[in-house]
């Protein structure tokens, strides 16, 4: 008998990205910001919902990754928010494996607090406490970015 450890073989999972405009007066932002983040880190956790939320002033673009039906629930709850208006799916697919499987709800700008400021390296993109981007996790960002014309990561 060998002592080798199972190994953990990444499950296909459904991955859901949209793209909304913000109503969210600047005065409120920070404030509303901090609770939507709360909210969504809490609620995601228990429902095994794994992902990335990009706020930019006027615009959030944010992918789900989960159980399809659990991913659905969600978009379809988030879709009755007046938060925001405007939702359109930008993706929607089954993939091999989740890109954001560590971040309940990682949030992405290019300004503020952000949770994982992304900085260009030598050797490729950096979060900023110095862990590696994925390419992965690289190409689903850039993406995000691109459907609201923000700055390339």
């Known amino acids: 008998m060998t002592g080798t450890a199972p190994t953990t073989v990444p499950e296909p999972t459904f991955r859901l990205i949209y793209r909304s405009h913000s109503r969210i007066r600047p005065e409120d932002r920070s404030l509303v910001?901090?609770?939507i983040f709360r909210e969504a880190r809490s609620n995601n956790k228990k429902s095994g919902i794994t992902g990335a939320l990009l706020v930019t002033d006027h615009w959030f673009v944010q992918a789900l990754e989960g159980e399809e039906t659990?991913?659905?629930?969600?978009?379809?709850?988030?879709?009755?928010?007046?938060?925001?208006?405007?939702?359109?799916?930008?993706?929607?697919?089954?993939?091999?494996a989740r890109v954001f499987s560590r971040w309940a709800m990682a949030q992405v700008s290019r300004s503020g607090q952000a949770d994982i400021p992304l900085h260009a390296a030598e050797g490729g993109i950096h979060a900023a406490?110095?862990?590696?981007?994925?390419?992965?996790?690289f190409a689903v960002l850039k993406g995000m970015r691109e459907t609201i014309g923000a700055d390339v990561v």
């Open 33 to 35: 910001l901090a609770e």
């Open 70 to 96: 659990v991913v659905r629930a969600v978009y379809d709850r988030i879709r009755t928010d007046d938060r925001h208006e405007d939702l359109t799916v930008v993706d929607q697919a089954t993939v091999d």
């Open 129 to 137: 406490a110095g862990e590696p981007v994925t390419r992965e996790q």
